[in-house]
T-cell receptor
Framework: ETGVTQTPRHLVMGMTNKKSLKCEQHLGHNAMYWYKQSAKKPLELMFV???????ENNSVPSRFSPECPNSSHLFLHLHTLQPEDSALYLC??????????????FGEGSRLTVL | GQNIDQPTEMTATEGAIVQINCTYQ??????LFWYQQHAGEAPTFLSYNVLDGLEEKGRFSSFLSRSKGYSYLLLKELQMKDSASYLC??????????WGAGTKLIIKP
């Protein structure tokens, strides 16, 4: 398998549920990212990991908790979410971390609906 | 604040040419990216400009003017498969990517 894969593709959860999004990259890249994409809004960077170390946390609420066990895998743990958290969550990777000018490779996203 | 502006939606005809504009106000500049995103799919890289001028890549070209804070993506010989959203993003002085909200391009037969 190649590229960046995300699971699940669709997720519906209640406000009291706990769920996780998974991302895996098969490109040998050193940096991985979580973005939030809402309709008609710019992509919002949530978290960045360089060589498994978190280097960016853009004031994301604590109900979103990232985990990067190795340079190929990235998780986003979700708990007690709000309806306004409903969005497409995109994972991306790049050869260089933040500070490089390389392109991002995105997964197809996990469409999250919070009821 | 930092800002990227691009039209929300554009419509064009199959076989024609369309130009999608992007203007930016950022703290510093280290390059500008264009990405294409089909509905329900991952954004994919189209182009990267860091110097002024036109970069051509097949039917797609990207132009940059740093002095004007302006870029455009030019799509020629439009095909139905070009219907997608086109995202403009600027790398600022801290190498943070600043994104526009995207332009939805609708191609009609």
């Amino acid at each position: 398998e190649t590229g960046v894969t995300q699971t699940p593709r669709h997720l519906v959860m209640g406000m009291t549920n706990k769920k996780s999004l998974k991302c895996e990259q098969h490109l040998g890249h050193n940096a991985m990212y979580w973005y939030k994409q809402s309709a008609k809004k710019p992509l919002e960077l949530m978290f960045v990991y360089n060589f498994k170390e978190q280097t960016e946390n853009n004031s994301v609420p604590s109900r979103f908790s990232p985990e990067c066990p190795n340079s190929s895998h990235l998780f986003l743990h979700l708990h007690t979410l709000q309806p306004e958290d409903s969005a497409l969550y995109l994972c991306a990777s790049s050869q260089d971390g933040q500070g490089g000018s390389g392109e991002l490779f995105f997964g197809e996203g996990s469409r999250l609906t919070v009821l | 604040g930092q800002n990227i502006d691009q039209p929300t939606e554009m419509t064009a005809t199959e076989g024609a040419i369309v130009q999608i504009n992007c203007t930016y106000q950022t703290s510093g500049f280290n390059g500008l990216f264009w990405y294409q995103q089909h509905a329900g799919e991952a954004p994919t890289f189209l182009s990267y400009n860091v110097l002024d001028g036109l970069e051509e890549k097949g039917r797609f070209s990207s132009f940059l003017s740093r002095s004007k804070g302006y870029s455009y993506l030019l799509l020629k010989e439009l095909q139905m498969k070009d219907s997608a959203s086109y995202l403009c993003a600027v790398l600022d002085s801290n190498y943070q990517l600043i994104w526009g909200a995207g332009t939805k391009l609708i191609i009609k037969p």
